[in-house]
């Protein structure tokens, strides 16, 4: 779940057609600049914590917030992750522990003020993630002992209550969707957290403050669903995958924010006046293919290689149609259980059936999907989890599939000019184009 | 020492994951039976199924249950301390809704490993789901009859001399139902202590003593400890039955110092040198790797090391030179 869209370690860049685009980008580089400033120059109190953790909590009690995913792909845009990754090897890591997670340790363990951005990760009050996979407990057990800090691990509960078409019913009927004593659990951890920032911070939550924030989240992600089902209906597509991510990650990052508000809105008016006009993202829109996993970091100009080569439009990634179902929330006056239903699931929908093939194969429906491309990190049991059988229902469903062998965030085994003509041979071997891009 | 396919077909319920209390699946009678690995079969089906970061033992089982070998067995429990364990459960109950495998009820057991109330209260919970699955009542459960095993378990481990091979099948026979064995005579003059990743079978245990020495314990989840602490048989079971599981040391969710909990193990079996073994989908011992090796070079016990192995390695070679290294 990166955000960065500067200079990266290999590949190439992307085009960005939205002006909205811009305006995120230059947001999120202002916002790493004030971060900065009340993390290292003020020692403002500061929390690390995982993607899918429960943000909401931060924002309200105005805790700085360090994710890290937006930290690891900071460093990566510093060109700094294959030396990390070597300071890794040489402490004795072993070379396929997962890296997606780690790169943040991996930066404080090499302890390098010089070099490192930020000068290195001040002492933070608190490390918190949810624990989805057998190594981010480890991960973050290690992380807070080198940062000289506390870690709050967050449970994964078991999902016994399974329903595929969870997507249709998850902004009303969230907590039969997500199961209440998972519900439940969750409400109870957070407030452990509260309690424990509250003692480790000094600052205080404000019920209030968070009603605000809850109602505002709900406004900000519809407008980024409305402009998903836009981009699933119109023909041809209007908006790359380039400019749907940023647009849709960086508000989120910040959600709930009147900036993150007005952001989705302006993308959402963006979205929509392209497709007033009929604009699309490809000269020559010719197949539509959906993209699972994490958005492949370090060569972002993959995808429009695919557009300006075949008129093969990216039309679907997770994060934008995620908005909707996994983020819209229906208050009823409970608003820490439906953060907690939006929080208790957010990793499990998106790797693990029935959840994951269930939505994934709805989607490619409602956006008229011709091919799939799924990534499939070698050294990562968590980001390959479910890619199999939802190949096998995409390819029951009649969408052709292909699984990439790459890493998101590992450059090391990813060559652009490969992987572009590997997937070109996969739509003419399916009968989508004629020759190969080679 | 055990016929595998005689106790599945005596077992009426089976297991995967070593922290699901017997208590529970063996009460009222029942026989419990991990779900075994045994079988070097292609896994052509499971692979179609299960990524490449899934553990090797989870492609046979799924190929075993793809093929009916458990279809006896009403239900299977697969615990949520393990990845590998709590994904197989998922992709299982979605092969039974394609209709693509059959075979027995899939259950997950919720244990909760964090050390907060919150945690210890969802694993409570948990064993009171489960026993309600299993229709269980709390006075059913068989406390004492698995703290027996455990005593014979205990003694066995603090009685062994050598002969790893031995006592590696026996553990190995001693989750797919009750064994009684006499131990073997003899005592080792190299005494190695064996953790990382369980392995297979026997294979590191024979390679080992090829070498000319013996594996006298094993600080992973496999050992002759791994129905974990004593259950108090006073008090309320459920509460006494969470508190020993969360007691446990060893499991990918489990927390503390793993290079201190290392060398306590090995100071603890008198062993002379540790050997470290690591298999390629391993994602949660690998990140103790390095502390592991730090507190043992600390506290001046040999290791080898070897990370990123195939399941099915052969080491003769590796511990033949260690042990050769070490002895000159």
Avoid at chain 1, 317 to 325: E, L, N, V, W
Avoid at chain 1, 358 to 384: F, H, K, Y
Avoid at chain 2, 99 to 123: L, N
Avoid at chain 2, 191 to 199: E, Y
């Amino acid at each position: 779940m990166s955000i960065e869209t500067g200079p990266k370690e290999t590949g190439q860049r992307s085009r960005k057609d939205l002006a909205c685009t811009a305006v995120a980008t230059a947001y999120q580089k202002a916002f790493g600049a004030e971060l900065k400033r009340r993390v290292v120059d003020d020692g403002e109190p500061f929390v690390v914590a995982q993607a899918d953790t429960p943000h909401e909590i931060f924002h309200a009690m105005d805790i700085a917030l360090v994710t890290n995913q937006w930290w690891s792909a900071y460093i990566s845009a510093k060109q700094l992750s294959a030396r990390y990754f070597d300071v890794m090897a040489e402490r004795g890591y072993p070379a396929n522990s997962c890296k997606y997670c780690s790169l943040g340790l991996a930066c404080t363990l090499a302890n390098d003020p010089k070099t490192a951005p930020w000068g290195g990760l001040p002492k933070p009050a608190l490390l918190v993630a949810r624990l989805t996979c057998d190594c981010i407990q480890h991960v973050f057990e290690q992380w807070a002992q080198a940062l000289g800090t506390e870690f709050f691990p967050i449970e994964a509960p078991a999902w016994e209550h399974k329903e595929g078409d969870w997507f249709r019913h998850s902004r009303t009927q969230w907590e039969r969707v997500y199961q209440p004593d998972r519900v439940q659990l969750l409400v109870d951890e957070m407030a452990d957290l509260i309690a424990v920032l509250e003692q480790r911070t000094g600052r205080r939550f404000d019920a209030a403050k968070f009603h605000h924030l809850m109602e505002r989240i709900n406004e900000q992600e519809g407008y980024i669903a409305e402009a998903a089902e836009m981009i699933g209906s119109a023909r041809p597509c209007p908006v790359s995958i380039a400019d749907q991510m940023p647009n849709t990650m960086i508000p989120q990052w910040h959600r709930g924010s009147d900036w993150a508000v007005e952001h989705a809105r302006r993308f959402r008016d963006e979205v929509a006046e392209r497709v007033k006009a009929g604009i699309g993202a490809a000269a020559n829109e010719r197949i539509r293919l959906m993209w699972i996993g994490a958005g492949v970091w370090h060569d972002p100009g993959f995808y429009q290689a695919l557009e300006d080569r075949l008129g093969a439009v990216f039309v679907w990634s997770m994060y934008m149609p995620f908005a909707g179902p996994q983020y819209i929330r229906e208050l009823d006056g409970r608003d820490m259980h439906a953060l907690a239903s939006r929080i208790c699931s957010m990793n499990e929908v998106l790797h693990l059936p029935p959840w994951m093939n269930g939505w994934m194969t709805a989607e490619a429906d409602r956006c008229g999907i011709d091919a799939a491309i799924v990534l499939v990190p070698p050294d990562n049991r968590l980001s390959q989890s479910g890619t199999r059988l939802t190949a096998q229902a995409l390819e029951q469903a009649g969408v052709p599939v292909l699984a990439l062998d790459g890493d998101m965030v590992d450059a090391k085994s990813w060559n652009h000019d490969r992987m572009v003509a590997q997937v070109a041979d996969f739509l003419a071997q399916r009968g989508l184009i004629q020759g190969t891009a080679a | 020492m055990i016929n595998l396919d005689t106790l599945l077909a005596e077992a009426d319920i089976g297991f995967v994951g070593l922290d699901i209390p017997l208590e529970v699946l063996t009460a009222n009678g029942r026989k419990a039976c991990h779900l075994p690995w045994d079988r070097e079969l292609p896994t052509q089906r499971a692979d179609t199924w299960l990524e490449s970061g899934f553990a090797p033992w989870t492609r046979r089982m799924l190929e075993d249950w793809a093929e009916r070998r458990f279809d006896r067995f009403e239900q299977v429990v697969f615990t949520r301390g393990d990845d590998n364990a709590q994904r197989l459960y998922y992709y299982i109950c979605e092969l039974q809704k394609r209709g693509e495998i059959k075979g027995p009820k899939p259950v997950i057991f919720d244990v909760a490993y964090i050390r907060r109330a919150t945690s210890a209260g969802r694993t409570r919970d948990a064993l009171t789901g489960l026993c309600a699955q299993l229709g269980v009542r709390s006075d059913d459960l068989a406390i004492a009859a698995v703290n027996a095993r455990r005593d014979v378990m205990t003694a066995w481990q603090a009685g062994r001399q050598g002969d790893g091979p031995f006592w590696e099948r026996l553990t190995r026979a001693s989750l797919f139902g009750e064994v009684v064995a006499t131990p073997p005579a003899g005592q080792t003059a190299r005494r190695i202590l064996l953790a990382g990743t369980p392995p297979p079978d026997g294979r590191l245990h024979d390679a080992v003593e090829r070498a000319g020495a013996s594996i006298i314990a094993e600080a992973h989840d496999r050992s002759l400890n791994w129905l974990g602490p004593r259950v108090a048989e006073d008090g309320d079971p459920i509460t006494a039955l969470a508190e020993a599981i969360l007691g446990r040391t060893t499991g990918a969710r489990t927390f503390g110092d793993r290079g201190e909990r290392l060398v306590a193990a090995a100071r603890a079996a008198h062993a002379d040198a540790v050997l470290l073994w690591l298999i390629e989908e391993e994602e949660s011992e690998v990140w103790h790797v390095p502390a592991q090796r730090a507190a043992l070079a600390a506290a001046g016990i040999p290791a080898l090391v070897l990370t990123r192995r195939a399941w099915l390695d052969d080491i003769t070679g590796e511990i033949t030179n260690f042990l050769t290294e070490r002895a000159a």
